[in-house]
């Protein structure tokens, strides 16, 4: 590794931790918002969509990790919407995955866990068990969700990586081209190594 290479590896590392940091507290603060003073079974699907949000950028991140450059490049020729976009996201696979699995995926798993713990409050006074017994009834439910979901994520991301990235692509395309937010750098400044 070189001095370059592990400069870029650190910058990288230092602004995911800081992204993590302030996403982590609006998840947490807009979850904890959303969960007070409402229902549990109102929680219990705000806890499902938390745990499908991790499920999908679990799937996404795969299938970045998973595409081929080639067809995209096909689709750009035909001024194909998002294509472009889809290229960046295939060179950038690396930090694109540890982004949606390592940033979106990891956040969505605690925060659904805190989440549960709150209707776990919310349930204790609709059904007379304890606390131990609920809380190890919907923690169970909510991680055979995360791991189910992400098994078939997994699945997904590896059959129809190139259906999916297309989509990252025309949603990223719709989002600078529409609200004029850019997300990701431009085309030219990194080019996935071919293998030899």
Known sequence: MNKNTIKSSLRFSISIAVITF???????????NALNGTTWSIGLIIVLIIVFIGVFFDMMGIAAAAAAETPFHAMAAERVPGAKHAIVIVRNADRFASFCNDVIGDIAGVVSGVAAMIVV?????????GQPVLNTI??????????????????LAMSKSTQIILMAGKILYF????????????????KKKQEI
């Open 121 to 129: 409050i919310e349930l204790m006074n609709v059904i007379q068990l």
């Open 138 to 155: 919907l923690t169970s439910i909510v991680a055979a969700l995360t791991v189910g979901g992400k098994a078939v994520g997994k699945t």
């Open 175 to 190: 989002i600078e081209t529409k609200l004029h937010i850019k997300i990701l750098p431009n085309l030219k400044k990194k």
């Open 22 to 32: 302030v996403l982590a507290a609006i998840f947490s603060i807009a979850s904890n």
